[in-house]
């Protein structure tokens, strides 16, 4: 069998656009425009790549993007008073700081900071208990868009049973909800699971967020299931996922490329989140 490709770019370019239309009925009643702040700390090359894409695909859906740029020996109190100077800025619809922050800085208090009614991130707390208890607000974007492209395959996931491997709290954790809300059996597997292999063969629907070049591989897959790879790993071999796509694409029924994959969905949702946001604020 060779697997169908869920191609995250189409899905992606096709969610953007219909972003872009919802973006210009929101210009046409409200007034004003949607505002995205993107704050990054240092140079860390692939963070200024997304944060460069990010601005790109805010600015062709027809938001503002607002980027703050600091040196790599900012301290917690200053991105914490940027943060709240944001919080407090009408313009402001939402608010993303880049991922990983420079090791001294309080990362946890920095994403506490923001608002959760800007956290287009989807990583604050009260978003993660709003998700966790099936309320409405920001779901983090990765996730969200794993989701999106599963249903492109399983527009129904009812009874399915899903592993993700990865606990994370930025993919595995919002994840593991996210399939639970859509009445699948969930397991979340990690570095201590017992017997990987087996968990993942079990499963209809496999979710790799470990962030381990090629872990999961072609025979832990069950025959005909789907798999959605979210590693984005850097090798010698070029850019690798968290599954050993050669192998697995000879058993899945469907699987997500790297590159091209969940990437791209991650900064659609993103723009999705902050029009959500713009409208909730009008
Ligand atoms: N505040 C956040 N920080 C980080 C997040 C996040 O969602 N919020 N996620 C990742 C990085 N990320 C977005 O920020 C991101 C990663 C990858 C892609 C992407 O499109 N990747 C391409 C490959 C591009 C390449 O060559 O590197 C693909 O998969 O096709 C987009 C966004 C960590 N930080």
């Known amino acids: 069998m060779t697997a169908t490709i869920i191609d995250g770019k189409a899905i992606a370019a096709d969610l953007r656009a219909r972003v872009a239309e919802g973006v210009a009925a929101f210009r046409q009643s409200a007034g004003r425009v949607p505002g995205l702040a993107v704050v990054l700390v240092g140079e860390d090359p692939a963070s200024a790549v997304y944060v460069r894409s990010k601005g790109r695909a805010t600015r062709e859906a027809g938001m503002e993007s607002i980027e703050h740029r600091l040196p790599a020996d900012t301290d917690t109190e200053t991105l914490l008073a940027l943060v709240r100077s944001l919080n407090a800025d009408p313009a402001v619809d939402g608010i993303l700081v880049q991922l990983p922050l420079p090791k001294p800085v309080d990362t946890q208090a920095v994403l506490l900071?923001?608002?959760?009614?800007?956290?287009?991130?989807?990583?604050?707390?009260?978003?993660?208990?709003?998700?966790?208890t099936g309320m409405p607000g920001f779901v983090p974007c990765t996730p969200l868009g794993c989701v999106m492209m599963l249903k492109t395959v399983h527009p129904d996931l009812t009874g399915m049973d899903a592993v993700v491997v990865g606990r994370s709290n930025i993919v595995g954790k919002p994840m593991a909800q996210l399939l639970i809300a859509e009445s699948c059996t969930v397991t979340v597997a990690h570095s201590r699971t017992r017997d990987l292999p087996a968990k993942v063969r079990a499963a209809d629907v496999v979710i790799a967020a470990v962030g381990i070049p090629a872990l999961v591989k072609g025979d832990w897959i069950r025959p005909g299931a789907t798999v959605i790879d979210v590693g984005i790993n850097r090798t010698e071999a070029g850019l690798v996922g968290d599954v050993d796509y050669a192998a697995a694409s000879q058993v899945a029924g469907a699987i997500t490329p790297v590159p091209g994959g969940v990437g791209p969905m991650t900064i659609a949702c993103l723009l999705s989140n902050t029009l959500d946001s713009a409208r909730r604020r009008g």
């Open 113 to 132: 900071a923001i608002d959760p009614d800007k956290d287009v991130d989807g990583f604050h707390p009260v978003n993660a208990g709003r998700l966790a």
